[in-house]
């Protein structure tokens, strides 16, 4: 996490709201995975990110409001690793890519499990637009599952077991991301990387 220079600095007024704003979401996935959401006030956030409650509020206008742009930072992280995942070796067969994508994804979990707590579980407490944006970010990968294997968009079959795909994956991740168990994270790769060998045969 970036920290702030004491006493004078060059930092632009854009550079230190950055900084603040991330200092605020990693307090509030902090005080999230200890207390969940609904038991997380804006005070222990503040407390946490070491800032003062105008701060907070120049930045947000509620806990809500917080929770959403931290959800939103949350996701660009995982959707980074996974489009970059997607990228590396385009020429290699399908199975492979997706034993290699499925590894960066299971591997960024197990980095930062609190950010990937507020991404997996918290987001269930955070009400119906977290869901909606949830929901936004599956139809994503699961398009982007769809192209990696090469799947006809008229293909409903192979879409539908793209979705189930990265449903189990999701699924079995979040139950080791809530044990906080990044052994059995990893250990995930083996079954679904044969999963999906069996739903996308070469």
Same mark, same amino acid.
């Given at each position: 996490?970036?920290?702030?220079?004491? +006493?004078?600095?060059?930092?632009?007024?854009?550079?230190?709201? $950055?900084?603040?704003?991330?200092?605020?979401?990693?307090?509030? $996935?902090?005080?999230?995975?200890?207390? +969940?959401?609904?038991?997380?006030?804006?005070?222990?956030?503040?407390?946490?990110?070491?800032?003062?409650?105008?701060?907070?509020?120049?930045?947000?206008?509620?806990?809500?409001?917080?929770?959403? &742009? &931290?959800?939103?930072?949350?996701?660009?992280?995982?959707?980074?690793?996974?489009?970059?995942?997607?990228?590396?070796?385009?020429?290699?067969?399908?199975?492979?890519?997706?034993?290699?994508?499925?590894?960066?994804?299971?591997?960024?979990?197990?980095?930062?499990?609190?950010? &990937?707590?507020?991404?997996?579980?918290?987001?269930?407490?955070?009400?119906?637009?977290?869901?909606?944006?949830?929901?936004?970010?599956?139809?994503?990968?699961?398009?982007?599952?769809?192209?990696?294997? +090469?799947?006809?968009?008229?293909?409903?079959?192979?879409?539908?077991?793209?979705?189930?795909?990265?449903?189990?994956?999701?699924?079995?991740?979040?139950?080791?991301?809530? @044990?906080?168990?990044?052994?059995?994270?990893?250990?995930?790769?083996?079954?679904?990387?044969?999963?999906?060998?069996? @739903?996308?045969?070469?």
């Amino acid at each position: 996490m970036t920290t702030l220079p004491r +006493g004078r600095h060059g930092l632009s007024r854009d550079a230190v709201a $950055a900084v603040q704003r991330e200092r605020i979401f990693h307090a509030m $996935a902090d005080a999230m995975a200890e207390r +969940g959401y609904a038991g997380t006030p804006v005070a222990e956030v503040i407390k946490r990110a070491g800032v003062s409650r105008e701060t907070f509020y120049q930045h947000f206008g509620s806990k809500h409001d917080c929770f959403l &742009a &931290a959800y939103e930072w949350a996701t660009d992280a995982l959707r980074a690793g996974f489009a970059e995942g997607i990228a590396v070796g385009a020429e290699r067969p399908a199975p492979e890519r997706f034993d290699a994508l499925l590894g960066r994804y299971l591997a960024a979990l197990a980095e930062d499990p609190r950010r &990937a707590r507020l991404f997996l579980v918290e987001a269930y407490a955070a009400g119906p637009e977290i869901m909606r944006r949830r929901l936004a970010v599956q139809r994503e990968a699961a398009a982007a599952l769809a192209a990696l294997f +090469g799947v006809d968009g008229r293909d409903e079959a192979r879409l539908f077991a793209c979705e189930a795909l990265l449903a189990a994956t999701i699924q079995m991740a979040t139950a080791r991301v809530v @044990l906080d168990d990044a052994a059995a994270l990893a250990s995930l790769r083996p079954p679904l990387v044969a999963l999906a060998a069996t @739903l996308f045969p070469s």
